[in-house]
């Protein structure tokens, strides 16, 4: 991958959260993460995410936000500098409301950081923890969320993960165990 900026879900999920080169999304992209989800039996699962996304609009600078959902079996999120979000059919299967607001608030953050110059997955958590909070959300579900993704993503993710929980965990003042 050349520069960082796929920062969505990769890292987040079981791809993770990356931050993508590209201002946007090439139809090639689009292709290899299985397509649009537009479609029934697709259209509630967007449904479910725009309105995920509506709870967090009020509290965040992205009215020019768009989401979309890829027919993807990998759970990930992605965001483009264009402001093109993207969420996994798998991700949206397999999370709940709360675990679905923690990624978009988390890719929500990567954007946030591209404008200031610093996207790390660090500081999208950071971001997207107050952006929970705003949203009257308990920023503690950032931490869910990557506790999820550790039980069910692979090795591959795992330090990235582990880190990303410690700093959630001194951030939000819950130790572990
Ligand atoms: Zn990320």
């Known amino acids: 991958m050349p520069a960082r900026v796929l920062l969505a879900i990769a890292s987040l999920a079981l791809v993770g959260c990356a931050a993508l080169p590209a ?39 992205c009215e020019a936000v768009t989401l979309g959902v890829v027919d993807d079996e990998r759970v990930g999120a992605y965001a483009f500098p264009n402001g093109t979000l993207f969420v996994t059919r798998a991700l949206l299967e397999s999370l709940d409301d709360v675990q679905v607001m923690a990624a978009l608030a988390h890719e929500l953050g990567h954007l946030d950081g591209t404008r200031h110059g610093n996207p790390s997955e660090h500081r999208a958590d950071a971001s997207g923890c107050d952006l929970l909070e705003q949203s009257g959300v308990a920023p503690s579900a950032m931490l869910d969320l990557v506790m999820h993704l550790q039980e069910t993503t692979g090795r591959e993710y795992a330090d990235g993960l582990s880190r990303r929980e410690l700093a959630l965990r001194e951030r939000l003042g819950h130790p572990a165990h």
């Open 23 to 61: 201002p946007g999304p090439s139809r090639g992209w689009i292709y290899r993460h299985g397509g649009l989800l537009e479609e029934a039996p697709g259209a509630p699962l967007a449904s479910r995410a725009e309105a995920l996304l509506d709870r967090l609009r009020p509290h965040c600078d």
